[in-house]
Each structure stands twice: as C-alpha cells, then as structure tokens.
C-alpha cells in the first residue's frame, strides 16, 4: 500500500486529483482490510461522511476551509468528540455521559475542515509507555511476526499504530511521559511532542496537569508541521527548514545511553555521523540534571503519578479498582507513599533544572535515541508485572526526562535493528522553542531517514 500523507493530499485536493468523500471511504475499506478490532474504539463514519461531503462542496465552490480541508484524522481516545463518551481506554467510564461538545483542538480541526474517522485505542487513562489495553485489546504492531506480537508503544499505541498502517494520514495522540513518541519509535512513523501551552487542553482526560501536553503523529514531519500550522489557525505553516550548514546539535553525556539497545545506539551514532558529514555542528554537553532527575524520582516518586492518584483516588480504592488493569492500579497506588513536601521538592526542583538546562543547551537541539529499545516482544510482559515494569520504565526514561524538563521534541525513524523494528532518533528543545525543534527536523528529516 501506498502511503498517503498529509502534504500530498493537501496538494492533491487542491489539484482536484482527490476528492474528500473519495477520501473517508478510503478510510472505512482500508479499517475493514486491516482487520484489527484492537485498533479503534469507535468508528465515526457518519460524522466523517458529513464533514467529508461538507469538505466536497467546499473545494468545488473553491473557499477550502484549509489546505487540508477534508484529510482524514484519528483521535486518541481521552479528546471529547461531542455525542460520544471518552473512555480514556478504560471501561469505567463507560456510564459516563456522552460529551456535549468537542474538545478545543478537535473543533479546531473540524474548522480546518478536517474529518474525524473515529477514536483509537491507547493504554487505559494514559498510564504506561508500553501500549497494552486488556480491555480492548492491544493495536497490532505492523512490524512484529503475527505470532510473537510486539508493543505498539504507549500510551498513544494506536495513534502510532493507525498512522504505521497507513490508515489515516495522522493521528493526534497525547505526552506525558513519552506517549506521542514512544509509539513514533516503536512503529516507524513521526512524533511531535508540543511545549506546554501550544494547544488547548480543555477537553482532554488528563492523566498530570502539569506534564500533560498534545501533538500529531504523522509519516512526515512536514506533515507535523502542517497540522500544527492548521490546529493553530494558520492557512499556511509559518516554519522553514534551516539551513543544515546553521544546525548545532548536542549529545547529552548522561544517563540516555545507559542499557541502550547496541542497535539503537548504533542507528544513532551513525545518524549523528550523517548528520555531521552534511554539515551540522555536533558536540557532546554534560547534563549532570538529567541524573538529579532520575535521582529525585527514586527518592520522592513522580509528579505524574501524585497528579494521577489525584484523579483517581476514588476509583484506585473502590470497586472500580477490579475492572481496571492491574498494571494501571498498581502503577496509581505507587502514588501513595509520596508526601505533600516529596511534591513540592518536585516541583521546586523542576523549576530550577528546567532553567539550568535551558541555559546549558541554549540554542541548540539536543539529541538523543527515543527510546532506548526496540519494541519487545508482548507475552512476557502480560506473563509477568515486574518484567513490564522494567521495561516500562526503560521505555519511558529518555522521553519522561523530556517531559519533566518541557521540552517540545520531534521522533523521526532512523533506521531497524537486527530484527527490522524501527528505532527512533530524538531532536528537542527547551520549552517554548517548538519552531526551533521543528525548522531542524524538516532540514534533517532526509538525512536521519538514511
């Protein structure tokens, strides 16, 4: 199959090469040939059809409400969809009632004329890098043998999953630990994590308010950028890519190497030498608070998991607890021994490293591998919660660093391992620089590619 991405549709609809209707039924054959009851919560085929017929007549009277009036889209499943009930991957809240209307940032691509095919499957209430959903099932990873099934990534699996198999052109998926780019890595595709404050989080189930952020998944970066251009408001996006000879990169001498797949930091270093030979400056640079981060987590616990054992207190303690996954309950309840002065040594901390390593790198891009594995195989970590929990937190270091630091950061494939699984390599920024991180990745896209 032909892959179809967001920048050729976009050229395509304006040429009247394709048509949105065309488009969305598309979609729905290529659901059913795929055959992944595990993939999507919910198809949205009414609501596609209407926003993609309403598309058609725009592009025929020539007012497109964007240039991507009529691609198709699919939302992770914690984004309202107004009519429908955001499960956030769990059966819990199934009861609850439907939303009454759209979250901000899916309203502000039905503005641009974008048409929602349905909401897709990710790892209940957000909670883990590795993807799997007892509930739903599991997204299948398109590069995994069919009988030793891998992890599709987390908590995005399949918004990461939907885009690898060419279903849609891009999905949107949350981070708040890893959770656009995990799944980026592990099935071969782009992942752009956003700063804080890019996008409307109204509307969004939350798993940690103040890590929390949104962005897409897509097979180009250029097609990141131009759903950020349109979820922003933009009719065009406002961002070139650099010039390569103008790029400065460092390579963090801590911690995001240790117990690295060889494979992946093979890719890496060979990308990193591309790179350099094309005309990018490349330096090492001593992050020492990147292991003061790791260090504190051990002594104090997560941010992420006092805000979510806020969220979920009631359900973590009641009956709601058994019709949970035990991975998800056990991980909330590791909450509990955290104190009010171990969150606020967080979060004073946080504000002082997130300045010191802001000054550190400067104007540079930091680069790293995104994960630092492969995605492995599943059966031994449905056999076994200590072995998911070691792989869980392996997968999530280098991007939950990220997130503890506000770093907006784009994943770009860079290449297979032994066993041709995708590795990804990482391009971020500090907060606020998400121009910055994406003007290098669209310069670069083609070399880290190979």
């Known amino acids: 199959m032909s892959l179809q991405t967001v920048t050729q549709l976009a050229t395509d609809l304006k040429a009247g090469r394709t048509d949105p ?27 596609a059809q209407a926003e993609a017929r309403a ?41 609850d009632p ?44 398109i ?22 198999a060419g279903i849609v052109p891009a999905s949107m998926g949350s981070d708040t630990g890893g959770s656009v780019r995990i799944p980026a ?6 992942g752009y994590k956003t700063s804080m404050g890019r996008y409307p989080m109204q509307g969004v189930f939350p798993l940690a308010q103040s890590l929390d952020t949104i962005g897409p998944l897509a097979h180009t970066v250029a097609d990141c950028v131009l759903v950020d251009a349109v979820l922003r408001g933009r009719q ?21 190497f240790d117990d690295a797949d060889a494979d992946v930091v093979a890719n890496f270093y060979a990308t990193a030498a591309r790179l350099e030979g094309a005309g990018a400056r490349i330096s090492r640079i001593s992050l020492p608070q990147l292991q003061e981060i790791l260090d504190l ?10 805000e979510a054992l806020a969220i979920h207190r009631d359900r973590v303690d009641g009956p709601q607890a058994e019709h949970m996954d035990a991975r998800v309950v056990r991980r909330v309840l590791q909450a509990s021994a955290m104190t009010a002065v171990d969150l606020v040594i967080l979060q004073q901390a946080r504000t002082r ?59 770009i494939p860079n290449g297979t391992d032994r066993n041709g699984l995708p590795t990804g390599f990482l391009l971020s920024t500090p907060h606020g620089r998400d121009e910055a991180v994406l003007a290098a990745a669209l310069a670069t896209e083609d070399i880290i590619r190979g």
């Open 21 to 47: 209707v065309e488009l969305v039924e598309a979609v729905f054959e290529r659901i059913e040939r795929h055959n992944d009851p595990a993939l999507f919560i919910d198809v949205l085929k009414k609501r």
């Open 55 to 95: 598309a058609h007549l725009r592009w025929r009277t020539g007012t497109p409400a964007s240039p991507i009036d009529g691609v198709p889209i699919a939302w992770k499943d914690l984004f309202d969809l107004k009519d429908r009930v955001t499960t956030a991957g769990s059966i819990v809240l199934k009861s």
């Open 98 to 141: 439907p939303a009454g209307a759209d979250a901000p940032i899916v309203a502000r691509a039905a503005q641009a004329g974008m048409t929602s095919v349905g909401t897709v499957n990710m790892t209940e209430f957000a909670y883990s890098g590795i993807g799997l959903n007892p509930h739903y099932g599991t997204p299948r990873n």
């Open 143 to 164: 590069h995994a043998a069919p009988d030793a099934p891998r992890s599709p990534g987390g908590s995005s699996s399949g918004s990461g999953a939907v885009v690898a």
């Open 185 to 190: 890595s592990f099935n071969g595709v782009v």
């Open 236 to 256: 065009h996006p406002d961002i070139e890519p650099e010039d390569i000879s103008g790029l400065s990169f460092v390579i963090p001498d801590q911690v995001m």
């Open 297 to 306: 987590m051990a002594k104090h616990g997560f941010l992420a998991g006092a």
């Open 353 to 411: 490293l997130m300045a010191e390593t802001t000054a550190l790198i400067g104007d540079n891009v930091l680069l790293c591998p995104t994960t630092a594995t492969t995605a492995m195989e599943i059966a031994p970590l449905e056999a076994d919660q200590d072995e998911f929990f070691r792989h869980n937190g392996l997968t999530l270091r280098n991007t939950s660093l990220g997130n503890f630091l506000d770093w907006a950061g784009v994943s």
